[in-house]
């Protein structure tokens, strides 16, 4: 049985490598952290929407290329290994995903059209603070249509068009569809350890707020998306992970030391070893979510876990031991190890920390072993 992509997603893989070569450089990178200002490179957006890649798994009907998860997944590995600092997860794993699990025909024939376009940027606010988002941490709330409340921090929020926003109503969550540029939004930007990300603190006071799904459906509904994101994250992680391996080793071969390149010494060759196994049990749990999301499977949520769990632990794993593996010029901010060092953390956090999807994989293990 072969588990590998087909032919046709390598190509895609193989092409989106070379367009992400060619513009998307670590100099792109370190454009946006050099310029307090930005918190995306627009020009990159644009030239990822001309690609169609935001419209990958939209269907052809709303303006998308009607592919499938598993092209997504290709173009996510690439995305990751480029550092792309561009709010492609939050549009296109998060926004454009709960619109296709929950939108009505017209929300969908509204959002997912621009959407695909690169013309609309998303975002996804469900945390009001440190912790795991349930309902009972949940305070915003919506009332005669209207949002009051704060979200923080919400990815991509500083520079987004539309949100998906968890609020109660008549003591239900809900998800709800928020105009982020209309009346009763504020917005406040956070620092991050990734400035190349962008995150922010919304405040809502009165906010036209249109429901997304059914009445008390919102937690449930952010559960299915986050299984998906933790999928698509994943190939992001692990294609950085695999990109700063790649950087360790090519350091450790050209790099001498009393005479000889470091990687022959042993304490290298370990950190090396390390790194691949790490990197190589990350992408076999890619590859597993990849097929449960891409069938619609009913083990996605086990397989989300997974993936979401050994690539935030192969994704830091790579990122700190690249850095190390540079020794003292490592952390200076001429070499590029500490780009992958910030997304790693960064990426880390997305969705839910390791430590959040560490109980959920439990959680889903114990299901399974009851049944």
């Not at 627009?42 to 092209?71: C, D, F, N, S, Y």
């Not at 009763?184 to 006071?205: M, N, Y």
Request: proline share 3%; net charge negative; with cysteine.
């Amino acid at each position: 049985m072969n588990f590998d992509f087909s032919d046709d997603q390598k190509f895609l893989k193989s092409e989106a490598r070379k367009f992400l070569d060619a513009h998307c450089s670590t100099a792109t990178v370190r454009g946006v952290l050099d310029n307090v200002d930005r918190s995306y490179d627009e020009p990159l957006w644009k030239a990822v929407a001309a690609q169609g890649w935001m419209g990958t798994a939209i269907p052809e009907e709303h303006g998308g290329l009607g592919l499938g998860r598993m092209e997504l997944c290709v173009i996510a590995e690439e995305l990751g290994r480029a550092l792309a600092p561009i709010p492609f997860a939050s549009t296109v794993y998060g926004l454009a995903e709960a619109v296709l699990i929950a939108g009505s025909p017209a929300q969908k024939s509204a959002l997912l059209p621009r959407i695909a376009a690169g013309e609309l940027i998303g975002a996804l606010a469900t945390s009001e603070g440190p912790g795991v988002v349930s309902a009972g941490s949940i305070k915003a709330s919506v009332a005669d249509g209207k949002l009051t409340g704060e979200k923080l921090p919400v990815t991509d929020g500083d520079v987004a068009g539309v949100a998906v926003v968890l609020a109660k109503e008549a003591g239900q969550v809900n998800a709800y569809l928020v105009d982020l540029t209309g009346a009763g939004v504020t917005r406040e930007t956070l620092q991050t350890l990734d400035p190349s990300r962008g995150a922010a603190r919304l405040t809502f006071k009165g906010a036209a707020a249109e429901r997304l799904g059914g009445a008390g459906e919102g937690l449930d509904i952010i559960e299915q998306v986050l299984n998906r994101m933790a999928v698509l994250l994943a190939f992001e992680q692990v294609g950085g992970a695999d990109r700063a391996l790649e950087m360790a080793k090519d350091y450790a071969l050209n790099r001498y030391a009393f005479g000889r390149p470091i990687g022959s010494y042993q304490a290298i060759k370990h950190k090396l070893a390390d790194m691949y196994v790490k990197n190589e049990l990350a992408r076999s749990n890619a590859y597993f979510g990849a097929w449960a999301l891409d069938t619609d499977a009913p083990e996605l949520p086990l397989a989300a876990a997974s993936a979401r769990v050994s690539a935030c632990e192969a994704s830091w794993y790579a990122a700190k031991e690249n850095l190390q593996t540079h020794g003292g010029i490592g952390f200076t901010w001429e070499m590029d190890c500490h780009l992958f060092y910030r997304r790693a953390q960064q990426l880390g956090l997305v969705a839910g920390g390791a430590k959040q999807w560490k109980e959920r994989l439990v959680t889903q293990l114990e299901r399974r072993n009851a049944a």
